[in-house]
């Protein structure tokens, strides 16, 4: 069949213009979309396996989960391993932390990758603050009891395993809680009173959980950190430090929220 000049050029400018809008389609993302990347962040004398109970229930949720395991020598050296991790992913992150990994995720949520901070039960200091000397200020219960945070002859610190079960993990199961107690990580001195360099929670949006019953750090002072930063707050009555572990549910609550809106 013969096709008329000027009805071949239409069906060429229909087409062109076709696969011009179906391309802009493809590439336009709403600004609203969830963000699928979440990064946890552990705090002082434990280890990334506590957030386990989170990560089952964000991966199953369809977020892609990675957990940094901080050496805990130096702010700096956690900072970095974060921001290790945080350069292998693939887009828009929300960058997680509980206890001193608050103060971690504070110096590297700068990272161009993350569009919001989640903070559990953490420390959110600003440029030129500590948490050290900011728990002065709102000491916790456990600082105000001697012989519970102990300390080795190189500066290195340790919850007693004797009080660890009360004082950091009241509401998880006795067993569960002892095992914690003797397989701490033992955290530099100093990583409590370096001071931060960046405060990232001033630039983006941010979440905080307040842990009602916690003992490590005085709730009050999370309200505290969370009301200045703006953050969107919730507080879990009855939840220990460990709140990441004994409330995964709420806790995974907050960070799906942060995920869907640290963008809109």
Known sequence: MKVLPFVATA??????????????????KPQNAPVHNIVLVHGAWVDGSGWKPVYDRLT????????????L???DDDVAATKRVLDQ??????????????????EAGVHPNVVGLVY????????????????KGMPS???????????????????????????FAADLPLKQAQFESHSQILTA???????????????????GIVAADDKIINPD?????????????????GASHSVYESRPKEVAAVIEDAAKHAQS
């Open 141 to 167: 219960y456990t600082s105000k009891q001697p012989g519970t945070i102990m300390k080795t002859g190189d500066e290195y610190t340790y919850l007693n395993p004797a009080d660890f079960p009360k004082d």
């Open 11 to 28: 069906l060429s400018l229909s087409a062109a213009l076709f696969a011009s809008t179906a391309a802009m389609a493809q590439d336009a």
């Open 189 to 207: 001195a100093k990583v409590f009173s370096a001071p931060m360099t960046v405060a990232a929670w001033t630039t983006k949006p941010s979440w």
């Open 60 to 71: 199953k949720d369809g977020y892609h989960v990675t957990i940094v395991q901080e050496p």
């Open 221 to 237: 002072l999370e309200r505290w950190y969370y009301a200045r930063a703006h953050s969107h707050t919730t507080v879990i009555p």
């Open 73 to 75: 020598t130096s702010l």
């Open 89 to 106: 992913e693939n887009g828009p992150t929300i960058l997680v932390a509980h206890s001193y990994g608050g103060s971690v995720i504070t």
């Open 120 to 135: 559990v039960a953490a420390h959110a200091p600003a440029v030129g603050e500590d948490e050290s000397d900011l728990g």
